[in-house]
């Protein structure tokens, strides 16, 4: 797990200036899209009948960074000089893996939605409330919100550091920068 978090930084300190860009942006977009729908960013659009607590704002912002850093992985550095074996197939190899399935995409997805179930009002949420009817919706789901977003967070960042890893372990070559 050491050897994970350090290649993870070593990582992230060859990211470029374009990188940490659409780091931040998206980790803006989806803060404020989570933010707005669960009502922790007050707004005339939507409405909240149980007030947050206390967790709810870490659990948000720090999944909205990850989120933001994980689809910067995604985002190739360009370089100056190609190298010598540059192909189409090498790129897309640090993306892929067998079945052509990108299962850390699938984890940041996945936890982005459980981030939102996990910081959201437990009665406003129509799903909660169809499975569970009001009060069951704050005894039985309620409870577990705080699970949610640990898992939310713990896939969020899981696939942010095999990410930031990869980008070490598994270097590629990437394409040359069109003069």
């Known amino acids: 797990m050491l050897e994970t978090f350090r290649f993870a930084v070593r990582g992230l300190k060859q990211w470029t200036s374009r990188q ?8 803006m977009l989806v803060g404020l899209l989570i933010g707005v729908a669960t009502v922790l960013i007050p707004n005339p659009w939507f409405a909240r009948d149980i007030e947050p607590v206390w967790w709810n704002y870490p659990v948000w912002l720090l999944t909205a960074l990850a989120t ?8 190739r550095p360009v370089q100056s000089q190609p190298e010598a074996q540059d192909t189409e197939a090498s790129y897309n190899a640090q993306d892929r893996h067998p079945g052509g399935k990108d299962r ?8 982005g939605i459980l981030s939102w179930f996990a910081v959201g009002c437990p009665v406003c949420n129509k799903l909660a409330l169809i ?3 009001y009060s069951g919706a704050i005894t039985y789901f309620a ?28 270097k590629v070559p990437v394409p040359a920068a069109i003069a």
């Open 68 to 75: 933001g850093m994980l689809v910067a992985t995604y985002i």
């Open 143 to 170: 409870p577990i919100q705080p699970f949610l977003a640990l898992a939310a967070l713990l896939l969020t960042f899981g696939a942010l550091m095999w990410r930031l890893k990869g980008q070490v372990v598994c």
């Open 20 to 27: 940490f860009q659409v780091a931040f942006i998206v980790a």
């Open 131 to 133: 499975a569970f009817g």
């Open 104 to 111: 850390h995409s699938r984890m940041g997805v996945v936890g």
